[in-house]
């Protein structure tokens, strides 16, 4: 079974940074595309960015676009979500997702909180 596992969340003040990692395993991580989505208390899930199988496309929601920044290393089986200049509307559940369109695997998720 594919499995992702995310990482990294915490709490920041706002305009503070952090910076998320998503591991893959089961599958050959650099054929697919991957994504972040996040859902915060109350809210639906939302897509927050996604990331092409060779890491040269990026896609970003407009309310994390020039803030946030996803990379991925294929050798790694890793993923990551770069959050700079965070505000407390970010807060909620983390969580990556793949492949692209239909999203068939995720991860736990993890709890990214900014402080006021």
Do not use: H
């Not at 991580?29 to 990331?51: C, H, L, N």
Request: proline share 4%.
């Amino acid at each position: 079974q594919v499995q992702l596992e995310e990482s990294g969340g915490g709490l920041v003040q706002t305009g503070g940074s952090l910076r998320l990692s998503c591991t893959a395993s089961g599958r050959s991580f650099g054929t697919y595309g991957m994504g972040w989505f996040r859902q915060a208390p109350g809210k639906d899930r939302e897509f927050v960015g996604s990331i092409s199988r060779s890491g040269d496309s990026t896609w970003y929601d407009d309310s994390v676009k020039g803030r946030f920044t996803i990379f991925r290393d294929n050798a790694k089986m890793m993923m990551y979500l770069q959050m700079n200049s965070l505000k407390p509307e970010d807060t909620g559940v983390y969580y990556c997702a793949g492949p692209p369109p239909t999203w068939d695997y995720w991860g736990r998720g993890t709890q990214v909180t900014v402080s006021s």
